[in-house]
């Protein structure tokens, strides 16, 4: 069993380096996941922060739960766009007559979205801080915040792999991710939802993306996070293993 295990994990591993190497040849792809939320939080921050009241001094303190989720959500449609190219070009057939781990070139594009998102994150808050963002977490709380993103960025990866393993076309591998991007600004991530109007408050409230915003935001400021921390982890799990499921199903089928 010990054999076994060692040999999946050195074979994910293999399968990692190969994504990896892939992403630091073509560097765009985190460029462009990484400008566009760090232009949206410009233009949030210096344009329309003055006239929106969300109850803090510091708006980029507000703001910035939502634009990380924002940039995930961008982040995981190019692994969807990589697996379709994979599917197409036959490579998952040319890995199964090798002596590896069936599942480990899927799991290499999976653990490749959560390192690029992570290098995505990073460089965001990097930006956040020289815009004035300041935070009274502790350290388990900066743990505790890392591993909701960590999680939310496994749940809507499985996603992505669904969509990748099971598209007809490179358009319907990644416009998936545009419904999903535009979660958070029907959310608590740029204003309150109390000065949303009645239906939209009801779905604002009751969606993912809010409870997931409000817990890193409750954790970032040093406040009490309440339920908002549970609820966050049960979305994000719950999804994360519906999405892996059906991704295995298809995965299994296709390739």
């Not at 076994?4 to 892939?22: C, E, P, Y």
């Not at 980029?60 to 940039?71: C, D, K, S, T």
């Not at 969509?163 to 358009?171: F, P, R, T, V």
């Not at 740029?190 to 409870?211: C, D, G, I, L, Y």
Request: aromatic content about 12%.
């Amino acid at each position: 069993m010990e054999t076994v295990k060692n040999h999946i994990f050195s074979d994910m591993s293999i399968m990692l380096g190969r994504s990896m190497r892939h992403i630091f040849r073509s560097l765009d792809t985190i460029l462009t996941v990484t400008i566009t939320p760090i232009a949206m939080m410009l233009l949030f921050v210096y344009v329309f922060g003055g006239a929106i009241q969300t109850g803090t001094e510091n708006y980029v303190n507000y703001l910035l739960p939502g634009i990380l989720l924002i940039a995930i959500a961008s982040g995981i449609s190019y692994t969807a766009y990589r697996l379709f190219l994979d599917m197409q070009s036959g490579i998952f057939e040319r890995f199964h007559s090798m002596p590896i781990a069936p599942s480990a070139a899927l799991w290499g594009h999976v653990l490749t979205s959560l390192v690029s998102n992570a290098i995505s994150v990073l460089v965001i808050i990097i930006v956040a801080l020289i815009m004035g963002f300041r935070s009274q977490a502790g350290i388990f709380a900066w743990l505790s915040v890392a591993g909701i993103l960590a999680l939310f960025t496994l749940a809507l990866t499985w996603v992505a792999a669904i969509a990748g393993l099971s598209a007809k076309s490179i358009d319907g591998a990644t416009g998936f991710s545009y419904p999903i991007i535009f979660l958070p600004f029907i959310s608590s991530a740029f204003v309150p939802t109390e000065s949303m109007p009645k239906v939209v408050r009801a779905f604002a409230e009751n969606q993912p993306v809010t409870s997931i915003v409000d817990a890193i935001r409750a954790l970032l400021s040093g406040q009490p996070v309440g339920n908002e921390l549970w609820i966050a982890l049960a979305w994000c799990i719950g999804i994360m293993i519906v999405a892996y499921f059906f991704a295995m199903l298809v995965y299994k089928k296709r390739a």
